[in-house]
């Protein structure tokens, strides 16, 4: 089992950027893939970035490819988020996560974080 604990959200001015944190507990960090997700108001759940338990290999979501980097530092039982060029629709509560396999839906992965919200006004 593996506990997730977010960071690093907040109030931006689009156009800027946030870096998010995730820490991990536990010893097995590595046994895991990560992913981040997103939940905007009345939205559902949404894929934003994925990364592999070695971190060599990562995958992003359409809206993301460009502006975001996901990375992780396995020694630091720690996955990042890196948002440049923010814009408004990106304002959601981010969420990372972790499964033994790297997958894109939410119902896959059994372990979250408690969220953080990152806000952008235009």
């Known amino acids: 089992q593996v506990q997730l604990v977010e960071s690093g959200g907040g109030l931006v001015q689009a156009g800027g950027s946030l870096r998010l944190s995730c820490a991990a507990s536990?010893?097995?960090?590595?046994?895991?893939?990560m992913a981040w997700f997103r939940q905007a108001p009345g939205k559902e759940r949404e894929f934003v970035a994925a990364?592999?338990?070695?971190?060599?290999?990562?995958y992003y979501a359409d809206s993301a490819k460009g502006r975001f980097t996901i990375s992780r530092d396995n020694a630091k039982n720690t996955v990042y988020l890196q948002m440049n060029s923010l814009k408004a629709e990106d304002t959601a509560v981010y969420y990372c996560?972790?499964?033994?396999?790297?997958?894109?839906?939410?119902?896959?992965?059994?372990?979250w974080g408690q969220g953080t919200q990152v806000t952008v006004s235009s």
């Open positions: 536990g010893r097995t960090f590595s046994s895991y893939a």
């Open positions: 996560a972790a499964d033994v396999k790297l997958g894109v839906r939410a119902i896959q992965y059994p372990y």
């Open positions: 990364i592999t338990k070695s971190g060599g290999s990562t």
